[in-house]
């Protein structure tokens, strides 16, 4: 691993932002390098210290010249040919992506200096998602910043295998570029009444305050799940059974209560937001929406109606076991929102 820096005066010289430490993925894809404009964006409002990395697979590349070895023409087959080709491909594969890696690092040295933010470079040889995994997991840091697609992208991409894999293992946040676009208009953030949606809620609340943007806290709840459950359960249930369980009864229960407390539950959610958002010094009252229906679904539609510059969402909601990687609404969100997105974490967590 090598490691370079510029205008670095230490982490422990930070101070004063919620963003102290973030991690930028390096690749020279068209979202990777939008991401680290995004990233110096925050750097300077936060005093955030950036660690710029690229990972390249060296290993992998020899192991795989030696898979295709016996297709090579007859002429190269000769145990001491073989032997100086390997040696010759093993060092110009080694060599020229540590080249590459290093230019990667050097741009983003550049791009950090000229804008006055403090940034470390880091290139790593393995498995990309592991080793940026490793990486978040053996040093501190509030966030990292990554591409949704990388440069094997194509039309049909809707998340790229490193940005899904580093979503669900990292114990940080995790600022997902999906577009072309800085934080510069209105924050969404989705709140359920879980520790990772209240973090959501904070940290758009410092987001809007430090890039003068709007903050919307939306919350979303699904009345028809029930009357589906219950169509699905009259289907099966003899009379007797039917009788047994009080089903008539069961099923006006859950319509005239249980959704209805639903209802109230979740506006109530959205109370708190606001009165968080005031405390926590969001100038603007924040714009409140409760949405109706797959949570998921309707946060999207929502999405693609006020086109915001950022969803944000937490890692998992309320219904969330142990050993839960990423919840349901999150991980759609996250393969189909058009935005980009940030997901968060009340506290580290280590993947099972």
């Known amino acids: 691993m090598i490691e370079t820096s510029e205008n670095n005066e230490g982490k422990s010289a930070l101070s004063g932002g919620i963003f102290k430490n973030a991690l930028v993925c390096l690749d020279n894809s068209c979202h990777s390098n939008r991401g680290v404009d995004i990233a110096v964006s925050i750097a300077q409002r936060f005093n955030t210290l950036l660690t710029g990395c690229h990972v390249y697979a060296a290993l992998l590349h020899e192991s795989r010249f030696r898979q295709m070895e016996t297709t090579l023409p007859a002429r190269y087959q000769k145990e001491d040919e073989l032997k100086r080709q390997r040696d010759t491909h093993s060092v110009l594969i080694a060599k020229g992506l540590q080249i590459i890696a290093e230019s990667y690092i050097t741009a983003f040295e550049a791009k950090c200096k000229e804008a006055g933010v403090g940034c470390v470079g880091k290139t790593m040889e393995g498995k990309n998602y592991l080793e940026i ?31 899904e894999r580093v979503a669900r293992r990292a114990p940080s946040n995790v600022f997902v570029v999906k577009e072309d676009r800085m934080i510069d208009g209105r924050i969404v953030v989705s709140v359920d009444g879980s520790p990772d949606s209240f973090a959501a809620l904070k940290q758009s609340v410092a987001l809007g305050k430090a890039f003068g943007v709007d903050v919307e806290a939306v919350s979303a709840y699904d009345p028809q799940f029930h009357y589906s459950a219950f169509k699905n359960i009259a289907g099966i249930l003899s009379e007797e059974a039917g009788r047994l369980f009080r089903f008539k009864e069961q099923e006006m229960l859950h319509g005239e209560i249980i959704d209805n407390g639903l209802a109230k539950i979740y506006r109530k959610h959205l109370d708190m937001a606001r009165d968080i958002a005031r405390d926590d010094g969001l100038v603007k009252e924040m714009e409140t929406t409760l949405l109706v229906g797959k949570p998921y679904e309707q946060i999207l539609k929502h999405v693609e109606k006020v086109r915001p510059s ?35 974490r009340s506290a580290p967590f280590s993947a099972p």
């Open 133 to 163: 995994v490793r990486e978040l997991q053996n040093n501190v840091y509030d966030l990292v910043i990554l591409g949704a697609l990388g440069l094997g992208a194509t039309e049909a991409s809707q998340i790229g295998s490193v940005c």
């Open 310 to 344: 950022l969803l944000v969402m937490g890692r998992v909601g309320v219904h969330a076991d142990s050993a839960l990687d990423i919840g349901s609404n999150t991980e759609n969100c996250l393969r189909q929102s058009p935005c980009n997105m940030l997901i968060t």
